[in-house]
């Protein structure tokens, strides 16, 4: 059984940095991809960026897109995610995501297993 561990939120203000990392267990990582969505007070869950694991490509939303970088240590079956510049629209619960599959990454039915989530709030 596959089970994500995320961490690394916080409460920063706006124009600060975190770094959210995500620990995968339970099977070794050769294929597919990993994500992270965000889901604030009232709204849907939202993609936020993606990776695949044989490849490294990288996925991001417009809204993140320059501020935010995922990145993948396959080794440690980890992936994180940096965060800069953020501001109070950021502020979320992250969630990080496994999935079999290398398409259909901005879609949450495409992942398999999910992480508990950490809270990030950032302050104006």
């Known amino acids: 059984q596959v089970q994500l561990v995320d961490s690394g939120g916080g409460l920063v203000q706006a124009g600060a940095s975190l770094r959210l990392s995500c620990v995968a267990s339970?099977?070794?990582?050769?294929?597919?991809?990993m994500g992270w969505f965000r889901q604030a007070p009232g709204k849907g869950r939202e993609f936020v960026a993606a990776?695949?694991?044989?490849?490294?490509?990288?996925f991001y939303a417009d809204s993140v897109k320059g501020r935010f970088t995922i990145s993948r240590d396959n080794a440690k079956n980890t992936v994180g995610l940096q965060m800069n510049s953020l501001k109070p629209e950021d502020t979320a619960v992250y969630s990080c995501?496994?999935?079999?599959?290398?398409?259909?990454?901005?879609?949450?039915?495409?992942?398999?297993?999910w992480g508990q989530g950490t809270q990030v709030t950032v302050s104006s």
């Open positions: 995501a496994a999935s079999y599959s290398s398409y259909g990454l901005r879609y949450p039915h495409t992942y398999d297993y």
């Open positions: 990776i695949t694991w044989s490849s490294g490509t990288t």
């Open positions: 339970g099977r070794t990582f050769s294929s597919g991809a």
